[in-house]
């Protein structure tokens, strides 16, 4: 795993819309950045695309972003829909033009918002990958055995996943603690979520004693650029979300029959055998940040599937 690739960068700007549309891009960073306060994840997201929907228009000879029309905008997404894109993609990506246009109408960029007349695909409602219970012990069990090498590095990352598992924090919120967000005697993290919004997650046993190996191990890590980051990567630097991503894969491989699935899939898989052991729908909301419950339902639907399937293998009369 290339952690140097992991730990935190900024991403190299890019080129060949003309003075109009960078500074135009430009601005919408800027907003999204320091105003809307969106996460580095959804600025990064939110400009690729709006940057691909200017691209399409300039092709079809509407260079400037004053120049593109609902026309331009239906055709860039109906490409994608003929390309075969995920509804949940062309969905992000129209709501990405339609953040942008309605900022360049607001800041005069555009006289009008062509974005308006954009009807957004509706997200699909899929299920959320999810590891058994056995699978997410494995996962745990492979990274504490790794652990006893003796490698500060090994001991970093079965506090990763220890803490992964035992809060669901996405990735994002993980890499982005402080030592002082952690309060091992509580047992608990500080965490800032979507909206610079605080939360206090708890953790159990298992995670201190993760944390606590961890953090006798930290300073054979820790560097002059180390500052108040809680993980660390080799060269000394704030863990990435990139290099967990990696050894959430990579460990995973070695649990037999678990599915391949992202840092974000402990987080689907911890709400998930929260509510199969009785855990009530609002602690778990509450636990993952959620602003709405709906999007908390949608562990109820995981856990209703692998009741069915239970009920299905096992009743006499299924």
């Known amino acids: 795993m290339d952690e140097r690739a992991g730990e935190a960068s900024a991403p ?9 549309g960078e500074h135009a891009l430009a601005g919408f960073e800027t ?6 306060d969106r996460s580095p994840h959804t600025v990064r997201a939110y400009v690729r695309d709006a940057r691909d929907v200017l691209a399409f228009a300039a092709g079809r000879g509407h260079a400037a972003p004053e120049h593109v029309d609902v026309a331009d905008l239906r055709a860039w997404l109906g490409a994608q829909a003929a390309a075969d894109a995920a509804r949940s993609s062309m969905a992000r990506r129209a709501a990405s033009a339609r953040a942008f246009f309605a900022w360049a109408h607001r800041a005069g960029l555009v006289p009008a918002d062509p974005a308006m007349r954009v009807v957004v695909p509706r997200r699909g409602r899929t299920l959320p990958g999810v590891l058994k219970a056995e699978h997410a012990a494995g996962l745990l069990d492979v990274a504490g055995v790794r652990a006893d090498d003796g490698d500060p590095a090994t001991a970093r990352d079965r506090a990763v996943l220890e803490l992964l598992y035992a809060t669901g924090v996405r990735v994002g919120e993980l890499v ?8 091992l005697d509580e047992r608990t993290a500080r965490v800032m979520g979507k909206g610079s919004k605080e939360r206090v997650v708890p953790f159990g046993v298992p995670a201190v004693a993760a944390l606590r ?3 006798a191990a930290r300073p054979a890590l820790a560097t002059a650029r180390s500052g108040p980051a809680l993980f660390l990567g080799r060269r000394g630097g704030r863990l990435g979300d990139r290099a967990v991503r990696e050894l959430v894969h990579e460990l995973l491989t070695h649990v037999p029959d678990a599915p391949d699935l992202a840092p974000h899939g402990l987080r689907h898989s911890a709400a998930t055998h929260l509510l199969d052991a009785g855990a009530d729908l609002r602690t778990v909301q509450e636990l993952l940040g959620h602003a709405s419950l709906a999007t908390t339902q949608l562990y109820t639907h995981v856990s209703l599937e692998r009741l069915r399937a239970s009920y299905e293998q096992a009743h006499p009369r299924a």
């Open 12 to 20: 190299a700007a890019g080129t060949g819309l003309g003075a109009v």
């Open 31 to 36: 907003h999204l950045r320091l105003e809307r």
């Open 176 to 183: 982005g603690l402080d030592v002082d967000d952690v309060d």
């Open 213 to 215: 190996a961890w953090l």
